[in-house]
């Protein structure tokens, strides 16, 4: 048999490790898929630039459109990212019949209800294990290993970068932005890192997630993201002293009134796995109902782990090159026309417990206006940690654990003890994990 023909877009971190992994692995590779799958073409910005892969026996080209109109490729590998000419590069190679494999999770959050249907109507696969968890096979795990399953929720670390920092900071005390740059160096953090450390890259991931979990059109306007950058060395202290680790999580969840679809800081008690991802692991809980809570574990983001999704994708869809393409695993899981569109709840709904710091003045009666604010509005005390003042202050850090409460309860509160002459600054807020 004919080898297959693959063209990739984009040399650098990602592009140059799939490279690698389809060069060093062939045989391996070729008797997975029952056929030679060999990189004929790739597309670079820069011909010059030194690279991490040998491009030995590819011919290079700076435009990408040549190797999308070239009939001879059968798959195009998109590594370039991002949403511009990209999504016209993406679309050309379906339009062209060609399949697609992409690692890009910015284009599919965004344009996937589009690309998805272009691809349908085209009969062409669009493969993008290497999005979401990098190196973890999650995708398949939800598409097709809990295909049996009514899937309650999810909650998962799906930021390298952003959990390489958090663990760097924490355990070695290091500066932000110093491991911030770190995290770029090593191929980690996004091409504009905003993305990573605001939530934006766990958010497209969990765009994608919620998708396949519950069968609805991908929705990234309606997830509620907040980053990292807003928490301080002593959170991670007085959440470790209550028994707590912070984490950024991505948590979409099932409710009888909609769907949660949230990224953001969460204590997570420290016994937990999930708790205990560190560095550039990713961790994804699911909870199906059948088969309970599963785990996975492994590289978020870098060359070779991306790499690995990257290929098994190619592999994927060698196999299913001669198979009709009404029996082939939907693309979101679901079959398109099965997609609902379930309500997205606003963060006034999201239904929580909370973790909040305030500094106060240290004088009585202090603590009691903060309760009872607190109990007016029906939330309720876990615990309390009240400070002594440093030598020469006068205010005091509290810290208080809620019970679970809707967030716009704890928003009023939260607005009300701020306004509180004692009080000064912002409360701190960090929602904690309830998802049993
Ligand atoms: N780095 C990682 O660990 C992961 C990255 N991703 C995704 O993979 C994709 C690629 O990311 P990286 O490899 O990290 O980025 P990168 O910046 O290392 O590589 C992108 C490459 O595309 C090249 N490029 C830009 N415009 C081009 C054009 N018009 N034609 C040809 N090449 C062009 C750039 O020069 C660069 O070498 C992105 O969508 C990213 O979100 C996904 C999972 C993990
Ligand atoms: N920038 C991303 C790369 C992988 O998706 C991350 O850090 O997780
Ligand atoms: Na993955």
């Not at 969990?206 to 959170?235: C, H, N």
Request: glycine content about 8%; charged content about 25%.
């Amino acid at each position: 048999m004919k080898p297959v023909k693959v063209g990739v877009l984009g040399l650098g971190t990602v592009g140059g490790g799939t490279v690698n992994v389809l060069k060093r692995n062939a045989v391996e590779i070729a008797r997975r898929a029952g056929r030679e799958i060999v990189i004929t073409r790739a597309s670079a910005k820069d011909l010059t630039k030194a690279r991490i892969c040998d491009t030995q026996g590819i011919a290079l080209t700076t435009d990408p459109f040549e190797i999308i109109n070239d009939p001879d490729i059968d798959i195009i590998v998109e590594l370039i990212g991002g949403c511009g000419a990209v999504k016209d590069m993406v679309l050309q190679a379906i339009a062209n019949g060609k399949h697609v494999v992409t690692a890009n999770k910015s284009l599919l959050a965004l344009h996937g209800n589009e690309i998805f249907a272009k691809a349908s109507e085209k009969g062409v696969m669009v493969a993008f294990e290497a999005a979401v968890a990098g190196g973890i096979p999650v995708i398949k795990a939800i598409r097709e290993g809990l295909s049996a399953n009514h899937i309650e929720w999810l909650a998962g670390i799906i930021n390298g970068t952003g959990n390489f920092i958090l663990t760097e900071m924490r355990d070695k005390g290091r500066d932000f932005n110093d491991v911030l740059a770190e995290a770029q160096a090593l191929g980690y953090a996004e091409a504009d890192p905003t993305f990573d450390v605001e939530g934006i890259d766990a958010g497209h991931k969990l765009t994608i997630l919620a998708s396949i979990a519950f069968g609805m059109p991908l929705q990234f306007d309606k997830v509620y993201t907040e980053g990292i950058t807003q928490i301080t060395r002593a959170d991670v202290e007085y959440a470790e002293q209550l028994g707590y680790r912070i984490k950024h999580l991505g948590i979409a969840r099932k409710t009888p009134e909609g769907i949660e679809l949230r990224v953001h800081p969460t204590l997570i008690p420290d016994r937990r796995l999930i708790a205990n991802v560190d560095g550039v692991m990713n961790a994804v809980v699911v909870k199906g109902d059948a088969a309970g809570p599963t785990l996975y574990y492994g590289a978020g983001a870098g060359s070779e782990p991306t790499a690995s999704s990257v290929v098994a994708d190619v592999v994927d869809v060698v196999r299913a090159l001669t198979s009709d393409p009404e029996n082939r695993v939907p693309h979101l899981a679901f079959q398109a026309d099965a997609l609902v569109d379930i309500p997205v709840l606003s963060a006034d709904d999201f239904r929580t417990a909370y973790y909040l710091r305030l500094s106060a003045e240290d004088k009585p009666g202090v603590l009691a206006d903060v309760t009872r604010i607190l109990a007016d509005h029906h939330i309720s005390i876990e615990a309390l940690i009240q400070k002594q003042p440093l030598a020469g202050e006068t205010v005091v850090p509290i810290i208080l654990l809620t019970q679970i409460t809707r967030e716009q309860e704890m928003n009023a509160a939260i607005a009300k003890i701020e306004a509180l002459q004692t009080v000064t600054g912002k409360v701190n807020r960090i929602r904690l994990e309830t998802l049993g």
